[in-house]
């Protein structure tokens, strides 16, 4: 039987940095105070790099499998597949772990880890970074022991729920919540704009970012200096189109270096996730935010 001072504490993440970012934060606080740490996402989260993540070696990865419902009868058929045998992963994962706690941090790659520690007898906790229970979390709060909030009149938390609450807000990376002693200093001349979408991208910015600097007059254009996210597939056009303007520009499909680039930025473009708009109010830059879709 493990002894219980080696049973770790497993962290619970999507697939997305909105989700992976705060729980790799909560992690790398955990680890430092001497407890034993392992992470826990799907596939399309492990294939992120501990780098990119800021995950330290000494916090063991693990990934299961995960699916989402809705978008049609066959997304959902795949979705529940895919949530059942993640289930049976985590299961298995649980049997060998034998975590003391579990903590996740939203998105449905967190049910099955979630659900196999509850049903294995494992405390759990549930971390809500919006203002709305998110639907993985629904399913999930009945078994809750308790849940760490962002807004203290979370909706859709029962009254129950609420009970069992604490407001914590959202875990920030510690890199960006250390730019807040830098203070921001307005451009001169050259602007330097950083454009986000979320770890993937976001398609629609492609679109929108480059057209808006088209617009302008050429003389205007001139003074803004571009970093950009880009999904793989829309990458080159976007370069083309930059190019085509004459305009500086650096474009990259994830960026490894977030902190370093926010801290240079003079305004930032990007969704308007909740891990995104904490990460920035920390880090005390101007962002132009673009909700969904």
């Known amino acids: 039987m493990t002894n219980p001072s080696t049973r770790p504490i497993m962290i619970v993440a999507g697939g997305t940095g909105g989700h992976m970012f705060p729980g790799v934060a909560l992690a790398r606080v955990l680890s430092a105070r001497g407890y034993r ?56 994962l649980m049997r060998r772990l034998q975590p003391s706690l579990a903590i996740g941090f939203g998105g449905y790659p967190t049910v099955p880890p979630i659900l196999a520690a509850g049903l294995s007898g494992v405390p759990t906790i549930i971390h809500e970074q919006n203002a709305v229970l998110g639907r993985a979390n629904r399913r999930l709060a009945r078994g809750a022991r308790a849940f760490a909030l962002s807004f203290e009149n979370t909706a859709r938390l029962s009254e129950a729920g609420a009970a069992r609450a604490r407001v914590v807000g959202n875990p ?69 189109t930059y190019r085509a303007l004459q305009m500086p520009v650096d474009l990259a499909t994830f960026f490894d270096d977030v902190p370093q680039r926010i801290a240079r930025a003079h305004v930032v473009i990007c969704r308007s996730g909740a891990s995104t708009i904490a990460e920035l109010t920390a880090a005390g830059r101007p962002a132009l935010y673009v909700p969904y879709p």
């Open 172 to 240: 920030v990376r510690e890199e960006i919540a250390a730019l807040a002693a830098h203070p921001y200093s307005p451009p001169t001349d050259i602007v330097q704009v950083l454009v986000l979408g979320g770890s993937l991208g976001a398609q629609v910015f492609s679109k929108i970012v480059p057209a808006a600097f088209e617009s302008m007059a050429p003389e205007a254009r001139s003074r803004f200096r571009i970093a950009q996210q880009c999904r793989p597939e829309d990458i080159e056009a976007v370069r083309a």
């Open 37 to 92: 740490v392992v992470f826990v996402s799907d596939t399309r989260g492990a294939a992120v790099s501990r780098e990119n993540l800021g995950l330290p070696e000494n916090i063991e990865r693990f990934a299961v499998s995960a699916g989402r419902l809705g978008g049609g009868a066959l997304t959902t058929a795949r979705g529940v597949l895919a949530l059942i045998k993640g289930f049976a992963e985590a299961r298995r």
